[in-house]
């Protein structure tokens, strides 16, 4: 007789994996921060406290932390070792970061939220 | 006429619009001078303009300071953002201010009650952080920041004092999520030092779930972080009466939106048979806010006239009225008292 948890784990089903970007998370007391492209990873976004803060306009009442969500895509194919290479990049620009988090599509659907 | 105040109207979607001109029939009956600006938001927005909240709209509000909001429909687990979630995160409105107050003709269990309900708005599980982190496995960032939580707490106190109240609790889960919640708490209890005349204390989320359905009348002030707040203003509100009585309030330091807290129910939408009461409660709110305690008195005043003379209530309170019925008895009733 199957457990409950037997029949849960029965129905994982096998998706495509893909990597399509980084998130990743800045602390800074210098305001938002400018990124060029990094090797093949382009800044999409900017958010604080989960609202965007570039590109477009922000309020300039809005509350702002030390801790930034900066959203870079890939531009083209990219593997594992190419993270690896952007995250030793940024250090080496002086950025110093809390977390990173890899961006997978599953199916060719985002696994990711955006900011608002 | 006393001063003209421009106030940003957002019909929303659904039964939004219908309610929104009921409520407006009412406020313009009531002697206040109001220059409505009507403004789009939400998914028929979507549609015609590719964007929830059109920079127009964005550019009313900023402008004017000030809007009244009706219903919007947000899709479950899939499609687009919350239209209310980005307007508060557009215009910083950090503070969810939801008072559940018993309506006299309304029968309910209690006697007494009377919280005022300091939901914070911007962040928590709504900071929009969600990653599958694998093929199994999604995670959501609680986001709990010092100056985000010591602001709805200097919020709430300042509210409270003002309205006169005697205590704020803060409500948490620190026993469990102690960095989060307990940044939450550690702030309330830093600016509860400044207020020594109102009496401050804390509990936790599930035993103050408890505590309101047993013995509601023992709360006065409540202090919530964003999830917390979600769910226990609803809570409250279902004490008092139900979602379609509930006022709500989004404000920021210079902004603030009012706006009924229920969904947009679309599959009444042209029927006219809704409550417009939690627009409309909504709107007493903004007049009192508007420093137009008059005005808000006496649309109170009949609107509590017509509930309990039940002849021209909606379906909901056991009527046959229109949505537009109920609120010519209400203009009626102010007329007939003036």
Known sequence: MPTCTDIAKATKKKREIKLVGIDMYIITEKGIPKFDDIGPFKCEF??????????????????????????FMA????????????????TKKGWWWSASQKLWNYDGEAGFSKAY | MGTQHVVTMLPGEGTGPEICEAVRLVIDASGVNIKWEYEEIGLDCLEKHGTLLPDKTVQAI?????????PTTTPIGTGHK???????????????????????????PWDKIDILNFRENTEDCYAA???????????????????????IAEFAFKWAKAAGRKKIYCVHKANIMKMTDGLFLDAFREVAKKYPDIESGDIIVDNCCMQLVRNPAQFDCLVLPNLYGDILTDLCAGLVGGLGFAPGA?????????????????????????????????GIMML???????????????????????????????????????????VDKMHAKA
């Open chain 1, 46 to 71: 900017i958010s604080n406290r989960g609202t965007k803060v570039w590109p477009g306009f922000v309020s300039p009442d809005l509350l702002m932390v030390n801790w930034y969500r900066c959203r």
């Open chain 1, 75 to 90: 531009t083209k194919d990219v593997q594992d070792a190419d993270v690896n290479t952007f995250l030793d990049a940024l």
């Open chain 2, 62 to 70: 900023a402008r004017n300071k000030i809007a009244l909001k009706g």
């Open chain 2, 82 to 108: 919350s239209a209310n979630v980005t307007l508060r995160k557009v215009f910083d409105l950090y503070a969810n201010v939801r008072p559940a107050k018993l309506i006299p003709v309304l029968k309910r």
């Open chain 2, 129 to 151: 952080i969600e990653h599958m982190v694998s093929d199994e496995v999604a995670q959501c960032l609680k986001v709990i920041t010092w100056p985000g939580s010591y602001r």
């Open chain 2, 250 to 282: 989004n404000v920021g330091d210079n902004c603030a939106i009012f706006e009924a807290v229920h969904g947009s129910a679309p599959k009444y939408a042209g029927l006219k048979k809704v409550n417009p009461s939690a627009v409309l409660v909504s």
């Open chain 2, 288 to 330: 009192r806010w508007m420093k137009e305690e008059a005005a808000a008195d006496r649309i109170q005043k009949a609107m509590f006239a017509v509930l309990d003379e039940r002849k021209h209530v909606t379906y909901d309170v056991g009527g046959t009225a229109t949505t537009d019925e109920y609120a010519q008895a209400i």
